[in-house]
T-cell receptor, first 118, second 111 residues
Framework: GAVVSQHPSRVICKSGTSVKIECRSL??????MFWYRQFPKQSLMLMAT?????????EQGVEKDKFLINHASLTLSTLTVTSAHPEDSSFYIC??????????????FGDGTRLSIL | QKEVEQDPGPLSVPEGAIVSLNCTYS??????FMWYRQYSRKGPELLMY????GNKEDGRFTAQVDKSSKYISLFIRDSQPSDSATYLC???????????FGKGTRLSVIA
């Protein structure tokens, strides 16, 4: 089945560091990728929608200069948390979708990246 | 009113029991309905995927969608301790639009 790989799975770093997270679709071309954030015992909250070759669309309250998203190819999207601070510590998860808007295909998720800022 | 409501539990059942999980929603434009299973510190794993109303069965899992009532369900038969996880319902208007998740229900199946 469709596989989405997310790397790294775990990051621990000092405050002020920038962290890049990669999301790759391994056996399909992802026209759209989504980035979510999940706090402990909470559900997934959408951060941004990323379409290949265009600027990401950010949800209200998500700082686009803080969370830089690049979707340079149909198999790779990256999320960079710039100048990370302890409040950015969270579980970041990407999902990828392969079809057109009305395509009867589900979204598939990566295994997430646990980010801890000291 | 939240777009998707899901009882967070926790829900504890004995091994072999039938588990019923459900979500209600308010947006009648939702067409795609999914159930994901999430183990601790892992990403969501797709269990069931349904387009529009109807039932879908896959092994021990059955998903039901009732669009007229804005209500979806997941049934797990012969539950196993390995089914212990958080179950998230999710839905979207189109396939390439963001998913709206329920809060997730924590399930424990006791051997």
């Amino acid at each position: 089945g469709a596989v989405v790989s997310q790397h790294p799975s775990r990051v621990i770093c000092k405050s002020g560091t920038s962290v890049k997270i990669e999301c790759r679709s391994l056996d399909f071309q992802a026209t759209t990728m989504f980035w979510y954030r999940q706090f402990p015992k909470q559900s997934l909250m959408l951060m941004a929608t990323s379409n290949e070759g265009s600027k990401a669309t950010y949800e209200q309250g998500v700082e686009k200069d803080k969370f830089l998203i690049n979707h340079a190819s149909l198999t790779l999207s990256t999320l960079t948390v710039t100048s990370a601070h302890p409040e950015d510590s969270s579980f970041y998860i990407c999902s990828a979708f392969s079809g057109a808007g009305d395509s009867n295909q589900p979204q598939h998720f990566g295994d997430g990246t646990r980010l801890s800022i000291l | 009113q939240k777009e998707v409501e899901q009882d967070p539990g926790p829900l504890s059942v004995p091994e072999g029991a039938i588990v019923s999980l459900n979500c209600t929603y308010s947006n009648s434009a939702f067409q795609y309905f999914m159930w994901y299973r999430q183990y601790s510190r892992k990403g969501p794993e797709l269990l069931m995927y349904t387009y529009s109303s109807g039932n879908k069965e896959d092994g021990r899992f059955t998903a039901q969608v009732d669009k007229s009532s804005k209500y979806i369900s997941l049934f797990i038969r012969d539950s196993q301790p390995s089914d212990s996880a958080t179950y998230l319902c999710a839905m979207s208007v189109l396939g390439n639009t963001p998913l709206v998740f329920g809060k997730g229900t924590r399930l424990s199946v006791i051997a």
